[in-house]
């Protein structure tokens, strides 16, 4: 009995869990990580500041819970959609796309995750600058990692530069995401893949 | 002799004026404009938080005089020095070079000032952000005019995209800069100089 009555709070602290962090994740992808304070997200929540710090401990913790929370939407949304496609040049469109569909149907709020907190953290230091920054680079890690998959494959040229192709990549996409949040103009999504398509048409074989 | 006291005045004031937003350009190119208040730049820089209020009257005012005083010195250290080159594919290669300068050269702490502040306000609303949304607009204008002048003179081909070709070149240039700001890695000005200089040849008649 005893044990029933720890599980239902553990299950109730989860739930609550993913209640804020659900919460959290739209305010830092629209105000950024900073908009963040215990006492906002439990006003919002109608959920008791102590309760809310008891989950986290501190604002910081907190920051640092929501952008592991986002990196395993992000996971879900861009790149395991990617994975379900076999290796080669189609599974680096499908990456692509699924990033263009993730930022265009609006998964956080403010658009990309990242690219919101990113801009926010990075000329900073401490805890929640490096986990940015681990996410991010795991990204570009990702992009990079589809492009040497269909090199290794034979579907790329063998002379191209694999992170070269990763950064133009990864920054069409960001700049599609950036148009559409800052600008309200969705007219990049259609850029983005355009050049993407002549970028990865230069780089197969005979193209 | 009222006239030398006021002009006395006035002079003090307006030299106060570009001491407080030199040190608010660098802050919120940092923290973002919402790390923007001025009881803390009073404090920073030995003044009375009465005497800084009176500069700008709210905490808004004073990040809009920061964005209006950012943007004239992105238009001395990007824009001008292009507009220097004559007109033609010179002139969108130095302005690209510009640019990947004064974010490696660090103009401003923490990279370019108007990515840092893009992403913090894209996606709310108010004046702040229509502020950074304008300086943006007019910088992707400012591509597209070059691009569309050596087009217009027969350096690019006559069939190359102008917005297109302006969303391909601004995207590595802010690419360059995030890498560069977040990753602390400058390998994204080399990769970024690199992707240019290929668009470019594509875009150029018999390229």
């Not at 990617?82 to 290796?87: Q, R």
């Not at 492009?147 to 992170?163: F, H, K, N, T, W």
Request: hydrophobic letters at 45%; one cysteine or more; charged letters at 25%.
């Amino acid at each position: 009995m005893a044990g029933a009555r720890v599980d239902g709070r553990v299950a109730r602290g989860n739930q609550t869990r993913r209640l804020v962090l659900g919460r959290t994740m739209d305010i830092a992808s629209v105000e950024g990580l900073d908009g963040l304070s215990i006492g906002r997200v439990a006003t919002e929540l109608g959920l008791s500041k102590s309760g809310v710090f008891a989950l986290f401990g501190s604002k910081e913790e907190m920051q640092l819970a929501t952008i592991r929370a986002a990196r395993a939407v992000y996971a879900r949304r861009v790149v395991h959609p990617a994975e379900e496609v076999p290796p080669g040049v189609g599974r680096v469109r499908e990456l692509c796309a699924s990033y263009l569909a993730y930022s265009r149907g609006r998964t956080f709020r403010g658009g990309c995750f990242f690219t919101a907190v990113a801009a926010e953290f990075s000329a900073r230091d401490g805890a929640v600058r490096d986990a940015v920054a681990a996410a991010r680079a795991e990204w570009i890690g990702c992009v990079r990692g589809v492009i040497q998959e269909a090199r290794d494959l034979g579907e790329l040229r063998a002379d191209v530069d694999v992170p070269q192709l990763a950064f133009e990549l990864a920054a069409l996409l960001e700049m599609a995401n950036a148009d559409s949040v800052l600008h309200r103009d969705d007219g990049g999504y259609g850029r983005a893949a355009r050049a993407i398509d002549e970028r990865l048409a230069a780089a197969t074989p005979g193209g």
